[in-house]
């Protein structure tokens, strides 16, 4: 009201974002203002690049670009269209950004399966609103070329994380397909003294041999 | 490295972002990215829009839009073109936010001046890079029509505040147009017990007849 509608509106629009309040949404934009124009066109062209041409990848749903590696009208994103990947693993995750964490580990070298969330039956998210049956295919389809061994189930460790493990894992049990998940336990750095039960139950499950 | 160049460009615009960092700008691409294709292509409207639209009033030097109120080759924001706000006072203000926060007591209903900046000899902002000439300018011009009889300076209770409302009042001094500065007291809801030295000084200075 005080200020032009396209103002107010790219506030409305901060506004939205996860954990911005309007007073940061109105710094942010204000912010934007006092940069040269450059900038703020630097801005507007990396939005217009996302919306034209980010696409999901064919085989496992992480983030690709339009025509990155189109193989017969499909497109791959770079670890998948990667010869050097193990394409025997996969690590099953719950959003893409799980992939850049595991990746920056630099321990891992399989393929990732992108589920597009967990089972959730608070939010009622349901199976059928998960990438399985792409799974399911996608594990199928392997036995022709270079069979998948290994499904590494890499959750949050939290009821939902579990429960997803739980569906998956009944599903695949009957295949001979090695069924992993990651180490409870405890982190790197923390103290004994200040860990909770369920963490200290699980590392003392898991204790390894030496 | 792990995602395409257009979402790690849309994640390095948000990092810049004054208290954004790296993780907090993955998290909104990643949301937005969550989001059905039509919020993405708003967002990026509302961007296109400011980048394109947004120019400073010619008077005032608040934001406003191209062709708004246009007079004569010059764009007036809505302000300085409402002919309802009395024009014989002034409010002169450090940015343009300061603008919304005084409309929003809807106690003035003058005309404001926005220095784009105060006085900061640390960050070596002199008087030549604020709009303090184009002040002088406006105020000899005003002569001729409604001449300005009072001059707010409403800037941030510090040392560069301080130093701004010291030097414009050198030179406004000379004239005959009263020169006002924003009570300095006890906020609302403060605790005298809690009041620092300075404020509790001041309040005493000034303090008010009953």
Redesign the interface.
């Known amino acids: 009201m005080?200020?032009?509608?396209?103002?107010q509106?790219?506030i409305?629009?901060f506004n939205?974002?996860?954990?911005i309040g309007i007073k940061?949404a109105?710094?942010?934009?204000?912010?934007?203002?006092k940069q040269p124009?450059g900038?703020?066109?630097?801005?507007?062209l990396?939005?217009?690049?996302?919306?034209k041409?980010?696409i999901k990848c064919s085989l496992c749903f992480?983030?690709?670009?339009i025509n990155?590696f189109n193989k017969d009208g499909f497109n791959f994103?770079?670890?998948c269209a990667d010869s050097q990947r193990d394409k025997s693993i996969l690590c099953v995750i719950a959003?893409?950004?799980d992939?850049?964490t595991i990746?920056k580990t630099n321990e891992y070298h399989g393929l990732y399966h992108i589920l597009n969330g967990v089972i959730n039956t608070i939010k009622e998210i349901g199976p059928e609103r998960l990438k399985i049956k792409e799974l399911i295919q996608r594990i199928r389809n392997s036995q022709s070329s270079t069979p998948v061994k290994e499904i590494i189930l890499a959750f949050n460790p939290d009821i939902e994380g579990e429960t997803t493990i739980l569906y998956l894992t009944k599903i695949f049990k009957p295949s001979k397909i090695k069924i992993t998940r990651l180490a409870r336990g405890l982190p790197m750095g923390s103290e004994l003294e200040y860990a909770d039960e369920i963490t200290l139950t699980n590392a003392l499950k898991n204790r390894q041999n030496l």
């Open positions: 005080f200020f032009p509608s396209s103002i509106n790219l409305n629009q939205k974002l996860p954990g940061t109105e710094k942010f934009v204000f912010y934007l203002l124009k900038k703020l066109k630097e801005f507007n990396a939005f217009e690049e996302l919306e041409k980010i992480n983030f690709t670009e990155n994103c770079s670890i959003e893409p950004q992939l850049l990746e």
